[in-house]
């Protein structure tokens, strides 16, 4: 067996995968207060890291390739969730994190979210003695939203967006696509430099290689056009009156 060494980024934004991936903060609520209603999110910081990855084969490593770029795929269409379109929708409030008695906890494990009407949130603590807790972290998420605490319930009314926030959510939306498709890019990268290792390993032959990198550009591709579709279908609702 031999042991493949390849260079990954881990982005602190998006969903771990063992290639490069970069998006926007999953986590909200905690450590990134926000001062004002429509602040933008902080940068993205990318470090880097190796991983020993032991491959015997070429379907191995396209194996592993396609798992990476499943969860890339992913992460773009969590992120866009949490988008708000000026129609109430519960999923901008998944990345909601939340002071338990010092236990960071998603918003969505604590209390169930409604959807009263169009342009209404209602969240219903389980514990209601953290009503405090929870209009805190939605209050400094970074997603522009004002809760109402009655002390039992925290109603959330979304705003009617301008057409000017609405072209800079479409251009937020496109950015979350092109971070993914570099994710995508990264894990096409190195999962071909993994498999020239193993070709000059003697591990597999020279079309054995050929095959590989030809199978991995189609994972690529087909990853590619998926979040294409995924962002632009996200672009028409952001668009929509």
Known sequence: MKVI????????????????????????????????????PPPTTTTSTTLQMAFESADEIEMDAEDRMLKSVESVRKNLQT??????????????????????????????????NSQQLAIDPYDKSITAEIEKAITESG?????NNDGTVIRINIPT?????RDE????????????????????????DAAKKLEKAGDIGEDNLKDAQDAIQKLTDKFVGEIETVIKSKVTEVQTV
């Not at 881990?10 to 970069?22: E, K, N, V």
């Open 5 to 40: 060494s390849a260079t990954i980024f881990l982005a602190s934004s998006t969903i771990s995968t063992a290639f490069t991936t970069t998006s926007t903060p999953l986590t909200f609520g905690l450590s990134i207060p926000s001062s004002s209603k429509h602040a933008p």
């Open 83 to 116: 988008i708000r379109t000026g129609r109430a929708n519960a999923a901008i409030l998944d990345l909601v994190v939340v002071d338990y008695y010092g236990a960071p906890t998603p918003l969505n494990q604590m209390a169930s979210i409604s959807v009263p």
């Open 143 to 147: 997603l522009g939203l004002t809760p």
């Open 161 to 165: 967006i301008t057409e000017e926030r």
């Open 169 to 192: 959510l479409v251009k937020q939306c496109k950015s979350i696509g092109e971070d993914g498709k570099v994710a995508l890019r990264n894990v096409r990268r190195d999962g071909v």
